[in-house]
Every structure is written in C-alpha cells, then in structure tokens.
C-alpha cells in the first residue's frame, strides 16, 4: 500500500520587543540567571499585566504580511498548568479569539514548483522559564529570565506532505520574521522554534489519521530528519497492523530517534478562560492601513521583481529572496553594477556563498564588501580580466588586500588583449608543436584546447580566452 503523510506545524516566534509581553523586564537574551525576572514575571500576589504595544504592532504586521484576517477583536486567556518553570500556575495565551486568523504563505520546493499553505491562525502568548538540569548535581535550577517574553505562535493547517514541504514551509516563515524584523530567527537561542504534527493515511484516503507531536526539534536539518523517522515509524506500526496512539514526542537529536512524552490520556486539560486582569485588545482599519504602509518589500514580491525585472532562473531568484541578509547583499551590489544582475547572481550563490560557508559566516560578515563585487564583476565584463583571473583576485579581496582594481594593478593581472602580442605567442606555441598541429589538421578538433592551454600557461592566464582561441583556430587552419 502507498503512504501520504500529513504534517501541520506550530511555530514559535520570540517577538523582538525590549520589554516583556506583559511587563517592563529586558528580553535580552544571555543575561545571569533571573536578573530580568520582576514581579510580574515572577506571578507575585497582586501585580497587574500591562499589554506591550509593540507586540501587539508586530502581530499586525504579520497578519499584514501574509494576507490574513486580522481578529478586530481579540482576547487574552489563561491557560492553566502546573510547571516550576511558570510561576503563575498559568500561561497568559489567546484561545478562541486570536489577535490573528487565517492566512497563506507560498513555499517553493527544489523542483522550482510552488504550492500553497494554510495559515490557521497565530497568537500572542507569553514564554514560561527555563529548567536548568544540567547546573547542579541533584537539583534542577529555574531561571525565570524567559518568563514573559512575547511570542507569536503560528498554528498551519495540516496542507504539507512530505518532511520537505515542512522544511520549505518552516523557512519560508523563518525568512518572513526576519524580513519584517520582528524576530531575530535564532534557532540556538530558541528565538523561532517549531512542532512537527505527523501523521500517515493510506494514499487517496480524504480522512486525517491520527497524529503525534514532535517537540524539541532546534534546526531545520533536525525538522526533516525527525519528520521522515516518525512517518516510518507509523507506517511501519500501520502495516504490522497497530494503530498510532495521539501523544507527544521528544525528539533527541544526539541519537537521532523520537520517543514519547506524553499520551493523549495524560494531557492536560487546561481549563482556558479570559484573564480578567486584561481586557480585549480592538484593533480598528486605520492602526491596520498604517501598519501596511510600514510593510518591507517581502520575499515573494522580491522573488517576482528577480524574475521579471532581473532576468533571474526561478531558482536563483528563490535563493536570493530567501533571506534578508543575502537579498541586501545582492541589492547593494546591483546597485552599483545594474546591467550585471545575472552575473552577480551567480557569483553570489556561487563562490561568495562557498567561501562564506568553509568560513561559517553569513552575508552581513562577508569580508567582501558588495560594492568590492560589483567592481570586480565590472572588470569581468569590460574584459579587463578573464573569468578566471576574477577568481584570484576575489581571494585577494576576501583576504584584505584591497578593491579589485587595486589588486589587478598591483599584481599585474590585467588581460592581454592585444592581439598582436597574442598571435606572436601563438606562432610560437604553433611552431613548437608540430605534431598536434597535424592532428587538428586531420580532423581532431579537440587538440585545440591543448593549444589555448599553452597560450594561457605562457601568459599566466592573463590572455583573452575568447581572442585566444579564435585566432587559434585561424591559424591552425593555416
Ligand atoms: P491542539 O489543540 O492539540 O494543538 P490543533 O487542532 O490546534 O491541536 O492542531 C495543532 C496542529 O496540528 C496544527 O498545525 C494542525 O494543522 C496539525 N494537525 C491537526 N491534525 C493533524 C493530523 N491528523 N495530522 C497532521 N497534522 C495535524
Ligand atoms: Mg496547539
């Protein structure tokens, strides 16, 4: 029998506001252990939450963003639980009525298709504190600088099929916060972090199977890996002829294996209801307008204008919008060398791209400026080096030593492209090889690029490789 799996994710965005969701404490991340918890935070007998605007502004920007029905009217609930980690007994979340309802996002798969997925809703809840397990030997530590933080928890529909749609889908909301700068992305910290819900169906079959949840998943490398074993893993219990049991899964990244939490059974029943220390939060048309207005071009309206105004592959286009740091790296450099859009795009996914990589550093380090790249793409295009020479001269940049005109100049990398030079040169390589010469004579054209390898020795690669070989070819026809 054929599978289709079934996968809905919830992600957690940390909302880079300063201050906490319902109080005053910093959010910075880092700091010693409960310095940034204060009263609130710590769920103390009688304070008061205070809404953070700027959360509040940063959820409508993201309804904004991916088209979706902003909730006019939203309200805040406890969600109640016993964790040492929350002090309160209760997270303060939304539950019927979200700040947003449903929306899309559009994810591009490898293959260059494009599919739709459903965006339930989002809401904004507070973060609970951390456990410490591994700071004393027989006790587990609680810090409470997490407590508060703002999150925004994005809820899809269940519309992806494959561990790689997940990915795509996971990326494409990771890209989205960053680009409109509302979340710092930091999957190490715990900035963004996503649960994966599984489940498989027997293929064509329109009823949903029953699924688990997969937590502590810290990478999008671990979210496709832990996805693919689960589905194996309830197509297997299937085909044995089991049945799946709803729970929770922990996903342990060090032995690469999922194993469970929590049944159904054991859930909690959290006895949601409105916080009747807060009041409903009325969003009216024109805070939503100006919100609009503040909007950044976004990753599919850039993947467009690549496209359509750049000339880009479909491809390329996806990769450059796929972040912000890369698209500003790339727009820098169009900026300064507009009719080279195609060859700083590859360049950039390229050999910036691989020397970024062996580095482990990302666009906004790059040690060559997007104005250096643009100048030596320059110099490729107006012949003054050869693609080739570009190469060592982008070493030469990554390494410090200076613009590419600078490094051309001072070592004397400038193209021979006078001609007669060129056929001097190759008179000799002719007179010196008369055997090869014969060969080509007789019809073996590919002894060719044994000449324009002897041009391009002799003059260290500083030849005109197009000039080289076709006064190659003029000459050897005799
Ligand atoms: P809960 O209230 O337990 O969090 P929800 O109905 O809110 O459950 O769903 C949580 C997530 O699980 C959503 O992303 C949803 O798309 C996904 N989901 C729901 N049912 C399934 C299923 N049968 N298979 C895969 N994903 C599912
Ligand atoms: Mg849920």
Known sequence: MDWEAVIGLEIH???????????????????????????????????????????????????????????????????????????????????????????????????????????????????????????????????????????????????????????????????????????????????????????????????????????????????????????????????????????????????DETRSMRSKEEANDYRYFPDPDLLPVRIDDERIERMRATLPELPEQKRRRYIEELGLSDYNAELLSASRDIADYFEAALAEAEDLSVQLANWILGDVTGALNKSDLGFADCPVRPTQLAGLLQRIADETISGKIAKTVFEAMWNGEGDADAIIEARGLKQITDSGAIEALIDEVIAANPAQVEQFRAGKEKVLGFFVGQVMKQTQGKANPGQVNQLLREKLKG
């Open 13 to 255: 965005a940390q909302l880079a506001t300063r201050s906490k969701l319902f109080s005053g404490a910093s959010t910075a991340y880092g700091a010693p252990p409960n310095t940034q918890a204060c009263a609130v935070d710590l769920g103390l007998p009688g304070v008061l939450p205070v809404l953070n605007r700027g959360a509040v502004l940063m959820a409508i920007k993201f309804a904004a963003a991916i088209d979706a029905e902003l909730g006019r009217r939203s309200v805040f609930a406890r969600k109640n639980y016993f964790y040492p980690d929350l002090p309160k007994g209760y997270q303060i979340s939304q539950f019927e009525l979200p700040i947003v309802g449903r929306g899309q996002v559009v994810i591009t798969l490898e293959d260059g298709s494009s599919r739709i997925v459903g965006v339930t809703r989002a809401h904004l809840e507070e973060d609970a504190g951390k456990s410490l397990h591994d700071q004393f030997p027989d006790s587990t530590g609680i810090d409470l600088n997490r407590a508060g933080t703002p999150l925004l928890e994005i809820v899809s529909e269940p519309d992806m099929r494959s561990a790689r749609e997940a990915v795509a889908y996971a990326r494409k909301i990771h890209s989205l916060v960053q680009y409109l700068g509302i979340c710092d992305g930091n999957m190490q910290e715990g900035s963004f972090r996503c649960d994966a819900n599984v489940s498989v169906r027997p293929q064509g079959e329109s009823e949903l199977g029953t699924r688990t949840e997969l937590k502590n998943i810290n990478s999008f490398r671990f979210l496709e890996r832990a996805i693919n074993h689960e589905v194996e893993r309830q197509i297997e219990i299937l085909e044995d002829g089991g049945r799946i049991v709803q729970e929770t899964r922990l996903y342990d990244a060090d032995r």
